[in-house]
């Protein structure tokens, strides 16, 4: 893996099948356990990744959130890399966790709502 960076932040997903990492910049990487490279390299966002979290109901889900300039909430496939649904929360993501028995996220914001918010998924309504 990429060890030399700093901001290094990972998660591993139910199943312990994969692991996924960012580095406080644009690209979330997924990896498989078994693998020297990286499984998907997910360059959606155009702010750095701040929060990923793995959703205890399906183990390929994978949400991810990031900075003011993107304000995304951005929900992915971690099977085949596709992004499988997205929202502008209008602020910027600074944790996900997912709610275990029920099929909603939990995001927190900073600036410029400084909020907590609860999204039902996959509709994405409050």
């Known amino acids: 893996m990429y060890n030399s960076y ?51 109901h399906q183990s390929s889900l994978l949400a991810s959130g990031s900075g003011t300039a993107d304000r995304c909430i951005r929900f992915w496939n971690t099977t085949n890399g596709s992004q499988l649904n997205n ?12 709610r275990k028995n029920v099929n909603e996220i939990v995001s927190t914001h900073g600036y410029s709502q400084n909020q907590v918010m609860v999204w039902k998924y996959p509709s994405l309504t409050k």
Do not use: M
């Open 87 to 98: 929202i502008d929360t209008g602020s910027q993501v600074c944790n996900l966790a997912w």
């Open 6 to 56: 700093d901001n290094w932040e990972e998660n591993f997903s139910n199943g312990l099948r994969y692991v996924s990492s960012f580095l406080q910049w644009i690209q979330l990487l997924v990896w498989n356990l078994h693998s020297q490279q990286p499984l998907h390299k997910l360059k959606e966002h155009i702010a750095a990744v701040k929060a990923i979290a793995w959703s205890p």
